[in-house]
């Protein structure tokens, strides 16, 4: 559609327009949810969905206010910084959206079946495309010989990760946190090498579409693994807590590998402006109570757990934390206090960290924990932000797409394909690191709670 159709064309035809490029997102999601006295995922399931009869639906719905559009539950509620669908339309989709029902009850043009095929989700005249390149100095690249070995075992984690969340006061836990950077980029080498046991952490030649197809069948396999829960959970009530407790030094400092990219502004003014998007809606956007570690502390809060200020040297000296838990975290700190040197693993480490808050395996979560009436918006808040419709996960491949144009306007094939393999490299850091924080987690699971627990819910 060229810019003069698109001001031609009412409201509602634009609105159906947005639905129909984010169908091939929404599938999966909505599970038993009604509309119109209809399955919402019966709205998208054929090839040519009814958006006539979805748009007259949710014009009929409680989510729609004519007489105060702006305050729409669809508006003010799903799409908020707190709802289930936050991130799923742009800004400029939700004036669309909420135009298109001010325009209710007047004659508006009706949408024909079919009219508007679904959109294929490669991102080309969506919000979601690449930012524009603006030139770029000389490919940088990450320093392969520390000053002392990084895999010290002098290494304190606990005290590295108190000096990093406070870094302003200890600026001498720089040096520490780059060395701690390399070690788990060589660890996840490493795991590429061994890439014929682990497929899916083999690396391949990037193209734009290679790419973005692995993203969508790695995303779409995710969400179709998911299956109607059924009791009871997996986990019970106290040991979901346990567990909970033992990912605070995580979630709590949720964000932080993004916390240094204004820096990037001026080499990369584009990729930084998508990247403090993500990060801005990690830590509230403003709004203190809505960071993500907020609410992941009222999640605690209601069920009696108090923890230490994450800040303080009591958090780290807490006797419900093992050494292993500040593994993923410290290396998640110790990224951000280098943006521009790993640049590249670090924007892949940031695609792996969005894409992990989609599919089955969060959405059963919070249907596990809805069962066991455990707050679960400390969850659900991801898998609505994360969309990769226009979501932080379609932010953070639109910003690996535009690092890689970029090099290839200003250096060639040959340094895509270098700084590529970093990309990826930094993809794959993320199941490394957390694998070591999980197997620990298992000991000390069957430890607590018994393996014959860990047989009956994991192995069975």
Same mark, same amino acid.
């Given at each position: 559609m060229t810019v003069g159709e698109d001001l031609r064309s009412s409201p509602r035809q634009r609105a159906a327009e947005i639905i129909a490029r984010k169908l091939p997102y929404a599938r999966g999601h909505h599970r038993d949810k009604l509309l119109g006295g209809r399955r919402i995922e019966e709205w998208?399931?054929?090839?040519? @969905?009814? !958006?006539? #009869?979805?748009?007259?639906?949710l014009a009929e719905s409680p989510y729609v206010d004519t007489a105060a559009p702006e305050s729409s539950r669809l508006i003010s509620d799903l799409v908020s910084a707190r709802g289930s669908m936050f991130r799923v339309f742009t800004e400029e989709e939700i004036g669309i959206v909420v135009e298109w029902i001010r325009t209710l009850g007047s004659t508006g043009d009706p949408v024909p079946r079919g009219n508007v095929e679904p959109q294929a989700p490669d991102g080309r005249g969506d919000a979601t495309g690449p930012w524009p390149g603006t030139g770029? #100095?000389?490919?940088?690249?990450?320093?392969?010989?520390?000053?002392?070995?990084?895999?010290? @075992?002098? +290494?304190?984690?606990r005290l590295l990760y108190y000096q990093l969340v406070n870094a302003e006061r200890y600026p001498e836990s720089s040096r520490p946190a780059k060395h701690y950077v390399e070690r788990c980029l060589a660890r996840a080498r490493r795991a590429?090498? !061994?890439?014929?046991?682990?497929p899916e952490l083999c690396s391949f030649e990037y193209s734009?579409?290679?790419f973005e197809h692995r993203i969508e069948v790695s995303y779409r396999e995710a969400v179709d693994a998911y299956r109607p829960f059924v009791p009871p959970p997996r986990l019970s009530r106290e040991e979901y807590l346990w567990l909970f407790v033992q990912l605070a030094p995580l979630i709590l400092v949720d964000g932080c590998w993004l916390r240094n990219v204004g820096c !990037?502004?001026?080499r990369h003014p584009g990729i930084a402006a998508g990247l403090l998007e993500i990060y801005a809606d990690e830590v509230g956007g403003g709004d203190?109570?809505?960071?993500?570690?907020?609410?992941?502390r009222e999640l605690l809060r209601s069920e009696g757990i108090d923890l230490p200020e994450v800040s303080s040297d009591e958090f780290i000296r807490c006797s419900k934390f093992p050494s292993a838990v500040f593994d993923l975290p410290l290396y998640l700190l110790s990224i951000s206090q280098y943006?521009?040197?790993?640049? @590249?693993? +670090?924007l892949g480490l940031n695609l792996a960290i969005e894409l992990s808050g989609l599919g089955a395996f969060y959405m059963k979560l919070v249907d596990e924990l809805s069962?066991?009436?455990?707050?679960?918006?400390?969850?659900s808040v991801h898998i609505a932000s994360d969309n990769l419709a226009s979501g932080h996960a379609a932010l953070a491949k639109a910003a690996i797409v535009a690092y890689l144009e970029e090099l290839g306007a200003g250096y060639g094939e040959r340094e895509v394909q270098r700084h590529w393999r970093r990309v990826w490299r930094g993809y794959v850091s993320l199941r490394v690191v957390a694998a070591k924080t999980w197997f620990d987690l298992l000991i000390r699971f069957v430890s607590r709670f018994g393996l014959k627990r860990v047989q009956r819910r994991w192995v069975t």
């Open positions: 998208f399931c054929a090839e040519y @969905p009814d !958006l006539e #009869g979805l748009l007259n639906a770029m #100095g000389e490919p940088e690249s990450a320093s392969a010989s520390p000053v002392q070995d990084a895999r010290s @075992p002098r +290494l304190d984690k590429m090498w !061994l890439s014929r046991l682990y734009r579409a290679a !990037l502004y001026a203190p109570e809505a960071s993500h570690a907020a609410i992941f943006p521009r040197t790993f640049l @590249p693993e +670090l069962y066991w009436r455990i707050d679960a918006r400390i969850i």
